[in-house]
């Protein structure tokens, strides 16, 4: 039995009273200059979707530790009207920050990587934005701002029309079908209120924020990399430049990989997606330090 096959469990208890799974894959071998990583999974999908990504990082040495958005996947989070919010603040503002808690009681003081899957990626940056001394760079994976300049056609006139629909039946019935997002289940209606003012008008300040988001994002200097999967509709490369530019100070990097592995497919066969977050981690990071801020890296 290795560390690897079998993921360590950690229940986070959240401000609703909800409940979502942490999982943790540690190495057999840990490489101490890599930092960790904490996943952060797309729209509608469950955190164990992303094993097989977790399992290839910790074989090359680095600990990962995948979490579950609030109404996805195992987590107890109840959808509907009477739902207590669940929206890109909520998420970035509490739900990461105790994933990095959680992941510090296990696995001690150190450096974060937060590896981003489409929606997941956004509210990676929207933590960004909080300045967290714990993390110190953002992988974006098939991801995306959903701001409907970023898509190309009638693509991007559709999700300029769904950011002004789907509000409404949120407003409605307290929750958005996921087949509009090409997905399963149901998505919490404050989620997509989040998502529709970014779609329509590229705004960067989610609702019920205690800062300024886009004052915040503005002074990140962690770097970025966004991969685009070839022929992926819902991430084309204008979309995750789009992202990249939620980002004016940080040095930022956009790679294609050529191989059509899909939208959310990638994770299930990760080995191309693999090979290229390490290669950005050991070119732009280096040897890294537990606990390291944005002023400190500037004087080092």
């Given at each position: 039995m290795t560390k690897i096959e079998y993921p360590q469990r950690v229940e986070l208890q959240h401000s609703d009273g909800s409940t979502s799974p942490l999982l943790i894959v540690e190495a057999d071998q840990q490489d101490g200059r890599r930092p960790a990583?904490?996943?952060?999974?797309?729209?509608?999908?469950?955190?164990?979707?992303?094993?097989?990504?977790?399992?290839?990082?910790?074989?090359?040495?680095?600990?990962?530790?995948?979490?579950?958005?609030?109404?996805?996947?195992?987590?107890?989070?109840r959808i509907g009207r009477r739902s207590g919010p669940a929206g890109y603040h909520e998420s970035a503002g509490e739900d990461v920050p105790l994933a990095l808690d959680a992941m510090e009681q296990r696995l001690g003081c150190r450096s974060v990587v937060l590896l981003g899957h489409s929606m997941g990626a956004q509210i990676g940056v929207y933590h960004l934005a909080r300045h967290d001394p714990r993390v110190i760079g953002l992988i974006a994976v098939a991801a995306q701002s959903p701001f409907h300049r970023g898509f190309p056609g009638s693509l991007g006139t559709k999700l300029r029309a769904a950011s002004i629909i789907l509000p409404t039946l949120g407003r409605l019935s307290g929750h958005v079908p996921g087949q509009f997002f090409g997905a399963e289940g149901r998505i919490p209606a404050s989620r997509v209120r989040d998502w529709s003012r970014l779609a329509g008008s590229g705004d960067m300040q989610p609702a019920r924020a205690d800062i300024d988001y886009r004052a915040g994002l503005a002074r990140v200097t962690v770097p970025a990399l966004a991969v685009v999967i070839a022929d992926d509709q819902l991430a084309p490369a204008g979309a995750a430049r789009n992202l990249l530019a939620m980002l004016p100070s940080a040095p930022t990097t956009l790679e294609l990989e050529p191989e059509a592995l899909g939208h959310n497919a990638w994770a299930r066969r990760p080995a191309e997606v693999v090979a290229r977050v390490l290669a950005w981690i050991d070119r732009e990071l280096g040897a890294v330090t537990p606990g390291r801020d944005d002023d400190e890296e500037a004087d080092a």
């Open positions: 990583i904490l996943l952060l999974p797309g729209i509608a999908v469950g955190a164990r979707y992303y094993l097989p990504v977790a399992r290839a990082l910790a074989a090359e040495g680095v600990d990962v530790a995948i979490t579950e958005l609030r109404g996805q996947g195992e987590s107890t989070y």
